[in-house]
T-cell receptor, first 116, second 114 residues
Framework: NAGVTQTPKFQVLKTGQSMTLQCAQD?????MSWYRQDPGMGLRLIHY???????DQGEVPNGYNVSRSTTEDFPLRLLSAAPSQTSVYFC???????????????FGEGSRLTVL | AQTVTQSQPEMSVQEAETVTLSCTYD???????LFWYKQPPSRQMILVIR??????QNATENRFSVNFQKAAKSFSLKISDSQLGDTAMYFC???????????FGGGTRLMVKP
């Protein structure tokens, strides 16, 4: 199993450019999410989805868009990149556990984004 | 809203010794899960151990164990017989029973010295 696959692993952008971080999982997980990791702040939730066609905002959604057209894919879009979006981004998925269960998150390998 | 606090930004330990990483959390929920994730220099997030809040017995996974104090809202990680491969960032995380989202602490960077 490939698990959770993120691309690209590294990206450098100029302020104002747009880009999409791709995320795909092959575990048939209903729940998918995007986090950003910044020094001293742990991982903060950007957006999440509990199934195809359903998305919602997390803790830090501004400047990011998502969509979920299939169970497998959950891309994260930066429409106009800003230096404050320099970070490491993680996609993570799990079985939906509304109502109970451990709901362990499976993470991709991360994408380091630098905005100049 | 839930918050998770890791008060030790950095720690070090000699190889083969024992180290304890602290984590406290704040919630009004009664049913939830707690996790410790390890992030080595490769950046991969690896689940180390998890604890169900309704279980009184502390979880154990080989050299890793937790001290779960529900009343005090404390969830510390003990690493016994530390190995060089334990060098990593460690994150404490919280999830309510009826949801999927994890809330993470700020992390503790652990260095195991030879």
């Amino acid at each position: 199993n490939a698990g959770v696959t993120q691309t690209p692993k590294f990206q450098v952008l100029k302020t104002g450019q747009s880009m999409t971080l791709q995320c795909a999982q092959d575990m048939n997980h209903e729940y998918m999410s995007w986090y950003r990791q910044d020094p001293g702040m742990g991982l903060r939730l950007i957006h999440y989805s509990v199934g195809a066609g359903i998305t919602d905002q997390g803790e830090v959604p501004n400047g990011y868009n998502v969509s979920r057209s299939t169970t497998e894919d959950f891309p994260l879009r930066l429409l106009s990149a800003a230096p404050s979006q320099t970070s490491v981004y993680f996609c993570a998925s799990s079985y939906s556990r509304v109502g109970g269960g451990p709901g362990e998150l499976f993470f991709g390998e991360g994408s380091r984004l630098t905005v100049l | 809203a839930q918050t998770v606090t890791q008060s030790q930004p950095e720690m070090s330990v000699q190889e083969a010794e024992t180290v304890t990483l602290s984590c406290t959390y704040d919630t009004s929920e009664n049913n939830y899960y707690l996790f410790w994730y390890k992030q080595p220099p490769s950046r991969q997030m690896i689940l180390v151990i998890r604890q169900e809040a309704y279980k009184q017995q502390n979880a154990t996974e080989n050299r890793f164990s937790v001290n779960f104090q529900k009343a005090a809202k404390s969830f510390s990680l003990k690493i016994s017989d530390s190995q060089l491969g334990d060098t990593a960032m460690y994150f404490c995380a919280f999830r309510i029973n009826a949801g999927n989202m994890l809330t993470f602490g700020g992390g503790t960077r652990l260095m195991v010295k030879p």
